[in-house]
Each structure stands twice: as structure tokens, then as C-alpha cells.
């Protein structure tokens, strides 16, 4: 067990909806990555934040967005749902964000119909 | 082309073996390597850290690095069934920026 919860595990949603995908980091670790796994994209890299502020950002559509709060979790919003939205997204944490490992929750299953 | 290339698979291999994955990269920029294992519907695990070229060992799995070269490996001794899983490479500059490959599937044959 990574410590790193996802919640939820699951999600089926339809085209044009909005969803939250929630993230609670390990214990002591400041930053948290928001990952995006397709099975023809590989794991892609979304966006971070490091205590509460936005760190780094990777290949994030407008569509999506992102925040950590106060007590270090976070959420990724994701809204005017596509098909091509459905995918596994990922939560990781890491001490600093500066080169530390990461720690992978088991991820959150998207399917948009 | 992608920073960061790694052999695709899938990989099948008997029990005992020694298995090789591979990843290369473009950028020099990248110091920091990673390898992480990730089995189906879950997360992915880190396995081997480090940051200089040469061998770091964890019981069956060595992680070699070739800095000239741009080239890195993860070695696994004595494979098991319980090994198979999808391997993923990830590479990081100093500031941060993070780079995974697309990973390798290896299956281990009982």
C-alpha cells in the first residue's frame, strides 16, 4: 500500500458531463502529480502542485483543472467530458517535488459513454 | 521523436531467466532515473532510484546506467511469474520536470 488514496475508483459518466477525481497524499509528502494512462498515450503527465501551489504542468487540457487544498489533498476536475477522456488518471505524491520518488495511488478508471 | 524511448515488449520469458529492459533518451538535461513496476488495474511501485551512471543492485534487480550513452537498464535475476507486470522507465532533470516511457510487459512463464 503507497498511502495515496484515490477516490473514486470508478467512474462512468456521459459525454459533456463534468466529474472530480479526488486525491489524498501519503503522510508527509507536500506534492502531489495528476497522471493521465490511456492505452495508446502511456502515462502522461498532467500537472503538479507543491503545498498548495501550482508547480509544474504537462499536457493538461482547459478542459481540466486542477487544485490542492489547505490539508494537502486534491482534486482534478474534469468538465465537457469526450470520449477520448476515458482513461485511468493517477495521483502521486513525493516529499519535496524536486526529484523525490514518486508514490502511485491505484488510480481512478474513467469511462465517459 | 520522444525524449524518451524504451523497448516496447511485450516480453515473455521461462522462470530463472534473466531479463533485460531497456529505455533511451535524448536529453541530457535528465539526471535522475527511475524504474517503476506496475501491475494490471494498479499503480505504479518504485523499485530502483538512482542518479549516477554505473550499477545500483536490490536483490534480483540491478539498475544500470550509461550517462554517455543515454542509456539506462533494469536487470532482473531469476525472474518469477510474480514479476510479470508492466516496467516503466522514468527520467527527471534537476528542476523537476519528470518523463516516463511508455513501458514493457514482461510475462514470466511458470
Known amino acids: 500500500d503507497s498511502g495515496v488514496t484515490q477516490t473514486p475508483k470508478h467512474l462512468i459518466t456521459a459525454t459533456g458531463q463534468r466529474v472530480t477525481l479526488r486525491c489524498s497524499p501519503r503522510s508527509g509528502d507536500l506534492s502531489v502529480y495528476w497522471y493521465q494512462q490511456s492505452l495508446d498515450q502511456g502515462l502522461q503527465f498532467l500537472i503538479q502542485?507543491?503545498?498548495?501551489?501550482?508547480?509544474a504542468k504537462g499536457n493538461i487540457l482547459e478542459r481540466f483543472s486542477a487544485q490542492q487544498f489547505p490539508d494537502l489533498h486534491s482534486e482534478l476536475n474534469l468538465s465537457s467530458l469526450e470520449l477520448g477522456d476515458s482513461a485511468l488518471y493517477f495521483c502521486a505524491s513525493s516529499v519535496t517535488g524536486q526529484n523525490s520518488p514518486l508514490h502511485f495511488g491505484n488510480g481512478t478508471r474513467l469511462t465517459v459513454t | 521523436q520522444k525524449e524518451v524511448e524504451q523497448d516496447p515488449g511485450p516480453l515473455s520469458v521461462p522462470e530463472g531467466a534473466i531479463v533485460s529492459l531497456n529505455c533511451t533518451y535524448s536529453n541530457s538535461a535528465f539526471q535522475y532515473f527511475m524504474w517503476y513496476r506496475q501491475y494490471s488495474r494498479k499503480g505504479p511501485e518504485l523499485l530502483m532510484y538512482t542518479y549516477s551512471s554505473g550499477n545500483k543492485e536490490d536483490g534480483r534487480f540491478t539498475a544500470q546506467v550509461d550517462k554517455s550513452s543515454k542509456y539506462i537498464s533494469l536487470f532482473i535475476r531469476d525472474s518469477q511469474p510474480s514479476d510479470s507486470a508492466t516496467y516503466l522507465c522514468a527520467l527527471y532533470t534537476n528542476a523537476g520536470k519528470s518523463t516516463f516511457g511508455d513501458g514493457t510487459t514482461l510475462t514470466v512463464k511458470p
Open positions: 502542485y507543491y503545498n498548495g501551489e501550482e508547480r
